[in-house]
């Protein structure tokens, strides 16, 4: 079973900031990229950022310019970076790993609430 243990989340002002962070077994981190997903009340689960084994990124067209994904190969942790946090992004954030050879492999983390409200 692999885990992704998610931490950082909370409730934060609008226009504030939260890091989140999420630690990966050596052996998933080295090999899989890794990405952040958010899924709001009613809504679908939706990508936020990702980020390669080789730093290559890729964000929402919401968040860029806002958020910023970052992995720490030696600390096997990935992180999201949030600022100007909006109402809108209040949401369960889920930790994603993914690797695709012949069929896609996931794997998921628990989850860690941030709302964003005055």
């Known amino acids: 079973q692999v885990q992704l243990v998610e931490s950082g989340g909370g409730l934060v002002q609008p226009g504030g900031s939260l890091r989140l962070s999420c630690a990966a077994p050596?052996?998933?981190?080295?090999?899989?990229?890794m990405g952040w997903y958010r899924q709001a009340p009613g809504k679908q689960r939706e990508l936020v950022a990702q980020i390669t084994t080789g730093s290559i990124t890729d964000y929402a067209d919401s968040v860029k310019g806002r958020f910023t994904i970052s992995r720490d190969n030696a600390q096997n942790t990935v992180y999201l970076q949030m600022n100007s946090l909006k109402p809108e992004d209040t949401a369960v954030y889920y930790c994603?790993?993914?690797?695709?050879?012949?069929?896609?492999?996931?794997?998921w983390g628990q989850g860690t609430q941030v709302t964003v409200s005055s």
């Open positions: 994603n790993a993914n690797q695709f050879i012949l069929t896609l492999i996931q794997y």
């Open positions: 050596r052996s998933i981190f080295s090999r899989y990229a």
